[in-house]
């Protein structure tokens, strides 16, 4: 059985686990290297952008996690697409920059401004799928080889490039496993 990492330091990454065990792979929280190490994939899950990076580099992971996104598949939705993304128009912190793509934080407004609509998924028969906007970063550019794979409205809000899949949404907040599964199993 496969090991999913879902990276422990701070936003939903419970659900993301149960979704992961729903599916049936193992899923193993990752709070440090050694336990990275042990998984064949990752889900870094919302949160707060620049408190991740704070933590990331508080428990030296960051060199870990560039290396597992290099050679292993990575699904980072919300802050975990800011985290993967190679530049982030509205902030000067370092990323991990492992998806050529140019994001903005925040770009759907504040907390209060939080939503759930229809995204139109480009990979599934069917293809609308109700997703949840949380103080959402905005896909501005996707550049080099990266597919943009779901929109809102005209909005890019889902890509993946190689071993790397992000959302700008929150999939772990709906019932529908559909985004989790087709990262489980098309991205090995």
Same mark, same amino acid.
């Given at each position: ?77 919300? @802050?975990?697409?800011? $985290? /993967? ?8 912190? !370092?990323? #991990?920059?492992?998806? *050529? ?58 890509? @993946?490039?190689?071993? $790397? /899949? ?8 709906? !019932?529908? #496993?559909?985004?989790? *599964? ?7």
């Amino acid at each position: 059985m496969a090991v999913i990492g879902v990276l422990a330091l701070q936003g939903d990454f419970e659900k993301h686990a149960i979704i992961v065990q729903k599916l049936g792979f193992e899923a193993r929280l990752v709070k440090d290297a050694k336990s990275l190490k042990q998984c064949e994939r990752l889900i870094i899950p919302g949160g707060e952008s620049t408190t991740f990076l704070k933590l990331i580099d508080r428990l030296n992971l960051r060199d870990e996690l560039k290396t597992f996104g290099k050679t292993k598949p990575v699904f980072g939705t919300c @802050a975990g697409l800011i $985290i /993967l993304a190679d530049k982030v128009e509205n902030d000067s912190f !370092d990323t #991990l920059g492992l998806i *050529d793509i140019s994001v903005s934080r925040n770009a759907y407004g504040r907390q209060i401004d939080s939503f759930c609509d229809t995204v139109k998924l480009g990979f599934d028969k069917d293809n609308t799928f109700e997703a949840f906007f949380i103080r959402a970063p905005k896909i501005l550019e996707c550049h080099g080889s990266v597919k943009p794979l779901a929109y809102h409205n005209d909005d890019i809000v889902m890509a @993946a490039n190689g071993n $790397i /899949l992000v959302a700008s949404f929150h999939p772990e907040l709906t !019932d529908d #496993l559909r985004i989790h *599964d087709f990262f489980l199993n098309h991205f090995s």
